[in-house]
């Protein structure tokens, strides 16, 4: 606790997002991240995921998870590999994390890691959507996510690909 407080008040430790955590650090936080939500992935109870969430997920998943994210044959952005943690691929998320948990991430996000909250400027459909669009990644050819319109507006792209009710167009 003493060398905690001294590193803190001292600025001893590189918060650089340049530099890796130190080893240590960089398990703390994730034992506390994983730990935490799985705790409140527990609390949620999740509807039926049904084929319609999955490709409602699709275009918001596209306008706002694949910068950093990434998708199924689709590589993040640029700036995304200068974050730390840089932001781990989704693809086999569906493995690590299941719906309720993917839930409970977008919706609260993940303090001082840059993943952001989307509760506050966004439903929870669109957020039950995007997450049965993840449960859906590992299944998923790379010409089934391309073929995904990322685009809120039209209807093109995947066979029968539709927007459920609750997920008009917001532009971001
Ligand atoms: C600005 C970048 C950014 C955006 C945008 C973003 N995330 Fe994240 N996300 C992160 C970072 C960074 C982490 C790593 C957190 C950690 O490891 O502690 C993360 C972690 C996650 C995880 C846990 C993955 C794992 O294996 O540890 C999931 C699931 C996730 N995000 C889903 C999403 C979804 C879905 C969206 C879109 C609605 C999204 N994120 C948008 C940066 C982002």
Redesign the pocket.
């Known amino acids: 606790m003493l060398i905690a407080l001294i590193v803190i008040l001292t600025g001893g430790y590189n918060v650089a997002a340049s530099e890796r955590h130190n080893p240590i650090v960089g398990w703390a936080?994730?034992t506390t991240?994983v730990n935490s939500v799985q705790r409140h992935g527990d609390e949620v109870s999740a509807p039926e995921l049904t084929r319609a969430m999955v490709d409602a997920g699709a275009s918001p998943?596209k306008a706002?998870?694949q910068?950093?994210?990434g998708g199924v044959g689709a590589s993040r952005a640029e700036w995304?590999q200068g974050?730390r943690?840089i932001?781990?691929a989704?693809a086999n998320?569906a493995e690590?994390?299941s719906a309720p948990e993917?839930f409970w991430?977008?919706k609260h996000g993940?303090k001082m890691?840059?993943?952001?909250a989307?509760g506050a400027t966004h439903d929870d459909q669109t957020i039950w959507n995007?997450a049965a669009f993840?449960q859906a990644l590992p299944e998923m050819s790379e010409a089934q996510y391309a073929a995904y319109s990322s685009d809120h507006g039209s209807g093109d792209g995947a066979e029968g690909h539709r927007h459920a009710p609750g997920t008009a167009p917001h532009g971001g």
């Open positions: 936080l994730n991240f998943y706002m998870c910068h950093c994210h995304a974050m943690p932001p781990p989704l998320a690590q994390w993917v991430l977008v993940v890691t840059g993943m952001p989307f995007i993840v």
